[in-house]
């Protein structure tokens, strides 16, 4: 019978767990939404939905007083310009 060799040093195989619970733990704590996230935007940039310079276009917008910046987000400013919008967009059917 042979004796196997080769197999890994311990200090190794715990490195290895540690990247795998790692990514892991990143994946479960966010790291899921910021890949939607990253997936949405290509998605919408691809079929040409959205610019290519998103955040400038927003600056671009608040300048323009189109949009007002809060927090990490932007609101329209006038109810009306938002409600206009909101009717010119198709409702998704459920399938």
């Known amino acids: 019978m042979m004796a196997?060799?080769?197999s890994p040093h311990p200090f190794r195989l715990g490195i290895i767990a540690g990247f795998a619970?790692?990514?892991a733990a990143a994946i479960w704590y966010g790291g899921l939404d910021a890949i939607e996230h990253l997936t949405l935007r290509l998605l919408l940039r691809w079929r040409g939905f959205i610019p290519r310079r998103y955040a400038d276009f927003l600056d671009?917008?608040?300048r323009l007083i189109f949009l007002?910046?809060?927090?990490?987000?932007?609101?329209?400013?006038h109810r009306q310009l938002l409600?206009?919008?909101?009717?010119?967009?198709?409702?998704i059917k459920p399938k």
């Open 4 to 6: 196997v060799t080769g």
């Open 21 to 23: 619970m790692g990514i």
């Open 60 to 62: 671009y917008a608040t």
């Open 68 to 77: 007002q910046k809060v927090g990490s987000g932007y609101i329209f400013i």
């Open 83 to 91: 409600d206009y919008f909101a009717s010119k967009s198709t409702p």
